[in-house]
Nanobody
Framework: VQLQASGGGLVQAGGSLRLSCAAS????????VGWYRQAPGKQRELVAS???????NYAGSVKGRFTMSRDNAKNTMYLEMNSLKPEDTAVYYC??????????????WGQGTQVTVSS
């Protein structure tokens, strides 16, 4: 599976952005999917993931502000980001892996898209 992320940009604090990640390959619809981010000087962190239908997990720092979704018919996943804060500034990566397999070892990764939130 190959992934292509898009939708990043520069936004003021309190604003919104919607990230998209388009996938090629038939395995996408049955795989787990996730969004990670990495800020300068920090470790990569899992922001949100969909392991299977109806099970969506969020990092505590984004819960209530970010919404992850997927459209298997379009082979695309999304990350809707609202009430953005300067600390959300990072490169955001989409990833997919077989269910039950950890993203960091078995994932196929997108190229990353920069999100910058100004104060």
């Amino acid at each position: 599976v190959q992934l292509q992320a898009s939708g990043g940009g520069l936004v003021q604090a309190g604003g919104s952005l919607r990230l998209s990640c388009a996938a090629s390959g038939s395995a996408f619809s049955i795989n787990a999917v996730g969004w990670y981010r990495q800020a300068p000087g920090k470790q990569r962190e899992l922001v949100a993931s969909i392991i299977s239908d109806g099970i969506i997990n969020y990092a505590g720092s984004v819960k209530g502000r970010f919404t992850m979704s997927r459209d298997n018919a379009k082979n695309t996943m999304y990350l809707e980001m609202n009430s953005l804060k300067p600390e959300d500034t990072a490169v955001y990566y989409c990833v997919t892996a077989p269910v039950g397999r950890p993203f960091d070892k078995f994932g196929s990764w997108g190229q990353g898209t920069q999100v910058t939130v100004s104060s």
